[in-house]
């Protein structure tokens, strides 16, 4: 389907224009997929040395709420390049006007 699978981050990240990180979902585990958070975060977190794979201007995205020191460095989801805030914030409204939709509101009316 086009998609180009990695085992690694790092090859993901070079020429990247958005790095878009998940959150670990913990409580959804059963059985550990990975030993520890430590161990994820040492083979999967994005630090800064990963990032400077991707473009000088690339942004960095995650859907919230943050795993801090797992699935990203604090240092960068406080960074001038993380839109974190912007994308959480927009998402509530996005989900909002879908339900409105789907509860039989007409676009355009609010």
Request: glycine residues 10%; neutral net charge.
């Amino acid at each position: 389907m086009g998609a180009v699978v990695h085992d690694r981050i790092e090859p993901a990240l070079e020429d990247a224009d958005v790095v878009m990180m998940l959150r670990i979902q913990k409580e959804r585990m059963g059985t550990g997929l990975f030993p520890n958070t430590r161990e994820y975060s040492r083979y999967f977190g994005l630090n800064e040395r990963r990032l400077s794979l991707a473009k000088k201007e690339a942004i960095v995205m995650h859907p919230g709420p943050i795993n801090r020191g797992v699935e990203l460095d604090p240092a960068i989801a406080d960074g001038p390049r993380a839109v974190i805030l912007d994308q959480v914030s927009r998402g509530v409204a996005i989900r909002m006007a879908v339900l409105y939709l789907l509860a039989g509101g007409e676009a355009g009316e609010a």
